[in-house]
């Protein structure tokens, strides 16, 4: 079980930082390259309002699900390659009890059928709880190249596209209605360098007893870590460790910190955490935190 400091903690953080807004549209996204996948059975229209940069909205009793599969071109003649994709969840009946998730991964083919997510099989997810649930597709990730094929040519004649198939399934009794958005960032943002010495900084204090094995395990996962084996730190770059559901926004700031089950021992990384002036959520479950519930509430005010 997971200290009953650590608990207060992350919910303390969370509130302290609740209301702060959501990395607006800018000029860095693009999401006029965005194209449903010809799938026989799903509706093409849905990623064409994706396309348009406008939310797609659904009701879903429990257990069914919409299903979202789109490509998006590498722009190898501008040098700017795949894009990094940002995928962003609203369940609009939440005070009512609506919930509902979003499962995704690289388009993949058994016996010429596409595989569809669900909550067993995935690579990326959402874990609702209140509020906007992010998701954040890292062309670093080592899986994304799963999804690049030559299988689909898009209207404009690209030819080497990257794919994915999300699905959005309702978790709860209760219809869930949501709304969907979807951001193509083609300028692979970066954690800005003060978060990036935050991180580092966590990593020295509480990872010198126990190497914190699973921070490591997950930056194996970014292509070109550790490349001449040499590395004696994780990637700290969050934007791009997100299989643990870690985002940032297109400024390099993070909003979203989870650092579950990473076996930090230490004190409460207040100062670091105070730092990240665009967090909204912060996970801390299953670590060995110690500190004053009190003093930090107070601080974090």
Known sequence: MRPPATALAWALVALAWAGTALGQESDRTDNSFLEAIPIEGLNASRIDVLAAGEGVTGTLPFNLYDVFAFQAPEREEEGLGFPDILLSLDVLNDATGGNADIYCWPLLQENGNVVLPTREKFHWASNHSQGTDLVFISSNDSFYGEGVSNNFTREDGHTISVGFVCSVIGQSVVPSEYRLELELDYTKRSLVSREVSAMRSIFNKCCRDSGCPRWLAMSSEVVGWNASGEETEPVLDMCHLNLNGSVCNDDGR???????????????????????????KVSLDYNRLTGDIGAIAGGLK
Not at 262 to 276: G, N, R
């Open 254 to 280: 993070l909003l979203k910190l989870n650092l579950d089950l990473f076996e930090l021992e230490c004190a409460f990384p207040f100062d670091e955490l105070k730092v990240m002036s665009q967090l909204q």
